[in-house]
């Protein structure tokens, strides 16, 4: 399943997402190597020391040429962009939900400022999707970017709505080429109530605001 490329690692932040992912996947020799951040030491400051030089040497150790980090969170962040910086263009490095785009988000609000602007500009987003989770903006609406087989990616912000009948749609509110900033969505959505709309929009509207009041 994962033979395909060659040095591959898959790396989580805990021995006990590796030992369940190992479980799971059952590997073969030959295919990728799945192994886990350091744990954490009695001290902050060993850990902070200690940590990081052992994940490197293991890395280095596995001849790795393609490093896939799932989920990473603070310090595991930090280490990566350590190696990043370290093997420049000597070695693949793919981010999994790793939460860095979105300035509301919880895991993007824990991230020194320095940090995730050099995650942001090392590590563009081929495929990302999240909730616009704020009451100023309509529900269920959702940001999405997937990189084309062109190279292109523009940012998408779209909204579910619900027509008569209980089927739903996703309409498109913006696309830019670049993740829009949070006064941009609010004008966009500001355009979008404004705009022609179908006329079985304002009948499910009217449903809507008499079934939740």
Request: aromatic share 8%.
């Amino acid at each position: 399943m994962l033979s395909v490329v060659q040095g591959l690692v898959v790396v989580f932040r805990s021995p006990q997402l590796e030992k369940a992912a190992k479980k799971r996947w059952r590997l073969t020799p030959n295919e990728a190597k799945v192994i886990s951040f350091p744990g954490t030491q009695k001290s902050a400051f060993a850990t902070e020391v200690s940590g990081p030089s052992k994940f490197l040497k293991k890395i280095e150790d596995l001849d790795c040429k393609c490093l896939v980090v799932v989920a990473p969170e603070l310090e595991q962040l930090r280490t990566i962009a350590d190696l990043s910086k370290d093997v420049e263009d000597q070695m693949g490095i793919i981010l999994l939900n790793a939460r860095i785009h979105g300035n509301k988000s919880r895991k993007a609000r824990k991230l020194p400022p320095r940090l995730q602007e050099y995650l942001l500009k090392e590590f563009e987003p081929s495929y990302h999707v999240r909730f616009l989770e704020s009451k100023k903006w309509p529900a269920n609406s959702m940001i999405f970017r997937q990189i084309c087989p062109d190279g292109q990616g523009p940012w998408i912000v779209a909204v579910q709505r619900e027509l008569v009948g209980g089927a739903v749609v996703t309409n498109e509110v913006l696309r830019t080429d670049y993740e829009p900033t949070a006064r941009e969505i609010s004008e966009a959505f500001d355009r979008y109530e404004t705009s022609d709309k179908d006329p079985s929009d304002a009948i499910v509207e009217f449903l809507r605001k008499d079934r939740d009041g």
